[in-house]
């Protein structure tokens, strides 16, 4: 899929569909100067950025606030900013790197787009959203393992935590048990039939 036809393939709204066409071009636009994303994924943004962000969304339907660690340049926070925005739903979107963060409010920005960007350390934004935030994400950031040492404090507290995995899904889920006991649905991904979705909550620490 380098490119989605309709917004009908997408299961979204025309204006939905526009702005992430507007994403689409802008990412291209900045790639060449700021190098976003991986050179190697951009004849595939579709399949491997967008359709593989806006997948989230429908798994956690009711959120309404929803922090997004490591966003890169937008994936998945913005994607479901951009999609979201219509039911309610506003995303916080973490990134320590100024010139991925200032994509990211220059596309809120054009989109009008319920984004908030964070230029911070995860750690230091994480205490302040829990008991606050819906659901928590992160895409390519690190191993379960030290993704649930960054969010139990929010996962003890309600938050839902969605995880894109690769093939070593069921691998960090073992790594993780061994420091905690928890809730996980493994689910499948509509863009990369090795990839899964970890869908995390009920985190316990054993010590």
């Not at 039939?193 to 010590?207: Q, V």
């Amino acid at each position: 899929m380098t490119a989605a036809k309709s917004a009908s393939d997408l299961n979204v709204s025309r204006e939905t569909f526009e702005k992430l066409k507007l994403l689409e071009r802008e990412l291209r636009r900045w790639q060449s100067i700021k190098n976003l994303v991986g050179p190697a994924t951009l004849d595939q943004i579709w399949e491997r950025h967008i359709v593989d962000s806006l997948q989230l969304l429908d798994l956690a339907p009711e959120s309404k606030t929803w922090l997004d660690l490591g966003s890169g340049a937008g994936f998945p926070g913005l994607v479901l900013a951009i999609a979201g925005a219509e039911r309610g739903l506003k995303v916080h979107l973490v990134e320590s790197n100024s010139r991925k963060c200032a994509f990211l409010r220059q596309i809120a920005r054009l989109t009008g787009s319920p984004a908030t960007v964070h230029e911070a350390r995860l750690e230091t934004v994480i205490p302040g959203f829990v008991g606050k935030a819906d659901v928590v994400s992160a895409r390519a950031l690190a191993a379960l393992p030290q993704l649930l040492e960054w969010t139990e404090p929010m996962l003890k507290a309600g938050t839902i935590g969605l995880f894109p995995k690769g093939r070593d899904a069921e691998i960090e889920l073992t790594e993780a048990r061994k420091r905690w006991t928890f809730e996980a649905e493994t689910l499948p991904s509509l863009t990369d039939s090795d990839a899964r979705i970890l869908r995390i909550t009920s985190i316990e620490s054993h010590s």
